[in-house]
């Protein structure tokens, strides 16, 4: 049953029009802002607001959630997550699909996005390529994560924009990578369950919701089992396909799509990067991109 010590909350996330209900819910709430950047979560008066689109309630079962995704009792049930985190990756999810929805006319690539200078490298999601985790070694070298996993871009200035979530691994972290490494995500780590764990990036290393930035460069990932990391050059024409099949966008016409993506990628540099070493890799990827940009001293906010 709820905590009746915990009060029924109404937020509003940013300039989403509609707020989330939660009842019984103040460990899930702490959680969800733990993952969130620039996206001004704010309690509202339930009088004057509209419906609530998400509704959250944490039972003797667990957190249940009730949305317009989950529309018979059939998928109600299968929303309640007995775990926090379940809880909060079930939230992630779904607050994605309705960030998604509230931006028709934007384009949503599937893969994660960092900034190089002030330009974006962006790595189109391939399975098990290994995306995430490279992101984040890439904040220990100093570099601004926009995304682990969807990038929007912008459809008149063909520009990626940042969500303001924080990247999200599997672990265990692979064979191989170096114990600074392992201790930056120690240092990071927030909540986490199973295969399932946040890393808390600090304010210099994640970009806030709505930073924009211009594609510098796509890097198409092949991670394997043995040999030291390697990139070559590829044709833009490969890195457009590869990003046009990520692609989420539904209700944005064809020919826009193709032309957003062409003016991204038109002048970016493309390669595709091979490796087995996590470390070798970003620091291949920092000699090709450029130097890194002097930090504040890890190890402080």
Known sequence: MPCRAEPVRWLRFGKLPQPVRFRGGAALIEA?????????????????????????????????????????????????????????????SEFLDWYLAQHPKTLFIHGAAVKFGRRLVVFPALAKAGKSTLTVRLAMEGRRVFCDDVLPIDTKTSHGIALGIVPRLRPPLPRGVGAAFRRFVRDRRGHGFRNRLYVS?????????????????????????????????????????????????????????????????????????????????AALLCATFGPARPTARRGRR
Request: with cysteine; net charge positive.
């Open 201 to 281: 990036l600090r304010s210099r290393e994640l970009a806030n919701l709505g930073e924009t930035a211009p594609v510098g460069g796509v890097v198409i990932l092949t991670r394997r089992s043995t040999g030291s990391a390697s990139i070559e050059p590829l044709d833009p024409a490969d890195a457009m396909e590869k990003i046009v099949l990520q692609n989420y966008a539904r209700e944005v016409p064809t020919p826009l799509i193709l032309d957003t993506l062409a003016r991204a990628v038109g002048g970016a540099q493309c390669y595709r990067l091979r490796y087995t070493n996590t470390d070798e890799a």
């Open 32 to 92: 969800i802002c733990s993952i969130l950047r620039g996206w001004n979560v704010r309690d509202v008066d339930p009088a004057s607001a509209p419906r609530p689109l998400i509704r959250v309630r944490r039972t003797r079962l667990g957190y249940r959630r009730i949305s317009w995704w989950t529309d018979r009792p059939s998928r109600v049930r299968e929303k309640t997550r007995r775990h926090l985190v379940e809880a909060l990756c079930g939230f992630h």
